[in-house]
């Protein structure tokens, strides 16, 4: 809506995993390494997490862009699953048909048997099996036990799948449970992605904007973009739908620059808080304020204080003034003795 107002060819704050809007900070440069790293390292597992909204899946789409040729990749976005229904979708994804001798439904062990041969085939011509895991802190403690059992799936030179799990903060709480400590020791890589800083932050707004085509200047001021910051805590997420609102609250009224007003506005709107930031003046300023209607009579009492401090400064530099030439003045001789009888 707003787009051609601003010169652009499309909207650049779409919540979205985009890879084409990937700001590649030192952070997303490291997690990227991790995961790559984590592909050439011959099995077991990487981890990455990140809040909510740090860009944890953006920058797994952006690794999916990077893998090498040589690599089957089965992914899944959808951890609730149970021990059964996990090894399934591993077998989908893989394109992995299953045997099932006997009446009734496929088991553990006839999903583990046919993907155990696959991945041997797969070796076998060169080819490495990676299986990626989103919103990973969602797996159950008896899930997570079997994804350690699939590891165990090895030549006498590597392990045949590398396992990449990509959660929030809690994935790495639960990999400290004592009944997970050997799960724990097969992280070959791990990797936190932090939240932008304020730096950073304006850099994000700049890179977006400019691959979603502008090529004016910035259309956000210095001020609005440490509102933004602080608003927003950093997270690229709450960063795209604070910018996309504000925005849109430019162009709906007209404005060709977006101000810290606007921001805050905008900030009301999306995060749903009533104060997202205490805009209320402090120190000298909110002191006048709430004294505001005393001023008058402050006023008055200061001018009568003054008033009277010059009178008496006055008096007494008169005083100080008369004090020397009283000194000085001759006194007059005191009358003679009467000597008539």
């Known amino acids: 809506m707003y787009a051609q107002f601003f010169g652009l060819a499309h909207a650049p704050f779409s919540i979205a995993p985009d890879p084409r809007y990937l700001y590649m900070s030192e952070r997303h440069r490291e997690a990227l390494a991790h995961l790559l790293y984590g592909v050439r390292g011959g099995g077991g597992f990487v981890l990455l997490t990140g809040e909510i909204g740090a860009g944890k899946t953006t920058v797994c789409r952006c690794f999916l862009e990077r893998i090498p040729k040589r690599c089957n990749v089965a ?37 583990v048997d046919a993907l155990n041969a696959f991945l041997l085939r797969m070796h076998s011509v060169g080819r490495n099996n990676v299986l990626i895991i989103d919103e990973a802190q969602n797996l159950s403690p ?17 392990k045949l799948l590398q396992i990449i799990l990509i959660g929030q903060p809690e994935l790495r709480r639960m990999l400290r449970r004592p009944d997970l ?12 992605l932090q939240a932008l800083d304020e730096k950073e932050t304006a850099a994000y707004v700049r890179h977006r904007m400019g691959v979603a085509g502008l090529s004016t200047p910035l259309p956000f001021d210095r001020g609005a973009l440490k509102r933004i910051h602080r608003l927003s805590r950093g ?24 101000d810290e007003r606007i921001v805050v506005r905008a900030a009301r709107e999306v995060f749903d808080e009533e ?21 008058p009579a402050a006023a008055a009492l200061a001018a009568g204080l003054g008033l009277a401090g010059l009178g008496y400064a006055a008096w007494t ?11 000085a ?13």
């Open 75 to 111: 992914y899944i976005f959808n951890p609730k699953l149970t021990v059964e229904e996990l090894l399934r979708t591993v077998c989908e994804e893989f394109q992995v048909p299953i045997e099932h001798l006997g009446p009734g439904q496929a088991t553990v062990k006839d999903y």
């Open 142 to 158: 008896d899930v997570l036990e079997q994804l350690r059992l699939l590891t165990n799936l090895e030549t006498h030179e590597r």
């Open 181 to 192: 400590e050997q799960l724990a020791q097969r992280v070959i890589a791990r990797y936190h």
């Open 235 to 258: 997270v690229p997420r709450r960063i795209n739908l604070l910018c996309d609102r504000a925005l849109l609250g430019a162009y709906a009224t007209g404005q060709a620059r977006v």
């Open 275 to 295: 104060e997202p930031f205490d805009l209320r003046p402090r120190g000298w300023l909110a002191r006048w304020r709430r004294t505001g209607p005393l001023l």
């Open 317 to 327: 530099l008169a005083r100080q003034e008369a004090a020397p030439v009283a000194a």
């Open 329 to 341: 003045r001759p006194t007059a001789p005191a009358p003679a003795a009467s000597t008539a009888p």
